[in-house]
């Protein structure tokens, strides 16, 4: 916990970045100067303790899955809750998230409540989504958070859409949209860059760099292993942050903020671990031992715990009640979602579309085409 890493890729013809190394070790910041050291201090135990309900909650999930609780797909932030804290505290409430599938923890660290993300999972009704989308379709646009999406990759030209959008009204927002290092690969990446760096976009683009793609590792799969450098193509501005140290990651992303909000695009890669499998029903068995091994030494739960005691900021005991009290929201949320009621299947197609679409097809999956529809909205009673 001691260093950080640091990089910064300058534009390739600006001359700043000749002579200069892509890498720089500066100190680990908390515990310096007497004012700030308390600052400091609160900021980062409130951190451990939204890490410790995202891991909590996530586990809580894990087991609902296995209880078949929650259908479809599941995917985890364990292991990624350092990198999901450390982002969302550089977020101003007026500005807008996109993330992938593996979404939970960012619907829980922007103020979503937990009942209500633990109720989408179940697919009820008092889900975030009103228990239409599930794990991978989380939307609440009252938290600005756009999503949530299962094709991997889809979120990113929305987001710079979004980024557009805000340049367009001229207002002091930004767009964070965060991706993993496979989704690197997809020509959206690549065509969403090249118009936010040409177009001078507000949007931070983040990559949870897990070092797998499924079970893919990035060796494999990047001819630049080195994600944050791909920004240097469209002299955009990146770094790469310790994603095991949630204030690294905040710091990082607090200088990516300042950037998109001065009307730049940045690229942030954030180094994590994916505690398991890719998702719930993935034992992940093609990790060998010192993958798992190197996994489990970078756990941020237990890093960050180790440096909060070390510094004098939490005891032991301390560290107990934060997790006894994860665990009851936890449970507590799983409680409120098993006793929320299923969504009617007559709201099925209420949320397609923002406004109505006229010829709008409310067929059921799997009706014959020419029967008459089973029901009109119209009709309906919700
Ligand atoms: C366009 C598309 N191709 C393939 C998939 C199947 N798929 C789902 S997740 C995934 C891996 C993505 O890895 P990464 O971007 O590193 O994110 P991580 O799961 O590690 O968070 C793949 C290939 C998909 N959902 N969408
Ligand atoms: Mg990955």
């Known amino acids: 916990m001691a260093t950080r890493q640091r990089t910064t890729v300058m534009p390739p013809n600006s001359g700043a970045h000749r002579g200069k190394p892509f890498t720089a070790e500066t100190e680990y910041p908390v515990g310096t100067g007497a004012e700030t ?6 900021r980062a135990v409130d951190f451990y303790r939204q890490m410790v309900f995202i891991r909590r909650f996530e586990e809580r999930a894990a087991r609902a899955y296995t209880q078949a609780l929650i259908g479809g797909y599941c ?18 409430p007026t500005d807008y998230l ?3 599938y593996r979404e939970h923890g960012y619907a829980l660290t922007r103020g979503i409540e937990p009942e209500r993300v633990m109720a989408e999972l179940f697919g009820r009704s008092d889900g975030v989504s ?28 929305l987001a710079t859409g979004a980024a557009l959008a805000i340049d367009y009204r001229g207002v002091d927002e930004i767009v964070m949209c965060t991706m993993g290092d496979g989704t690197t690969n997809i020509g959206a990446f690549h065509e969403s860059l090249n118009i936010a760096a040409l177009w001078s976009l507000p949007i931070v683009y983040v990559v949870i760099n897990n070092r797998l ?17 791909r920004a240097s193509s469209y002299r955009m501005e990146a770094e790469r942050v310790d994603g095991i140290d949630p204030v690294a990651v905040f710091e990082g992303a607090q200088r990516a903020a300042a950037v998109a909000r001065a009307g730049k695009p940045f690229l942030l890669e954030v180094m994590t671990e994916r505690l398991r499998g890719h998702s719930v029903v993935d034992p992940g068995k093609y ?10 030494e970078r756990d941020p739960l237990v890093t960050f715990a180790a440096h909060l005691v070390d510094n004098g900021l939490l005891t032991e005991t301390e560290i107990t009640v934060i997790n006894d ?10 409680a409120f979602a098993e006793a929320s009621p299923f969504p009617h299947v007559s709201t099925l197609f209420d949320y397609t579309y923002a406004t109505p ?5 409310h067929r059921l999956p799997g009706q014959p085409l020419f029967e008459p529809a089973p029901f009109l909205q119209s009709e309906v009673t919700r």
């Open 37 to 42: 050291d308390t600052v400091a201090g609160e």
């Open 325 to 334: 009290d994860a665990i009851n929201r936890a449970t507590a949320a799983a």
């Open 213 to 229: 793609g499924m079970a893919t590792t990035v060796d494999k799969s990047s001819a630049e292993p080195e994600l944050y450098k």
């Open 357 to 361: 679409v006229a010829n709008d097809s």
């Open 98 to 100: 996109f993330t992938n």
């Open 75 to 92: 995917h985890l932030n364990l292991g990624e809750e350092a990198a999901v804290v450390g982002l969302m505290a550089a977020l101003r």
């Open 287 to 296: 990790r060998g031992a010192e993958a798992i091994a190197l996994t489990k």
């Open 130 to 157: 009103k228990g239409w989308g599930g794990s991978m379709h989380m939307f609440d646009l009252e938290k600005r958070m756009l999503g949530g999406y299962g094709i991997v990759g889809g979120q990113i030209p």
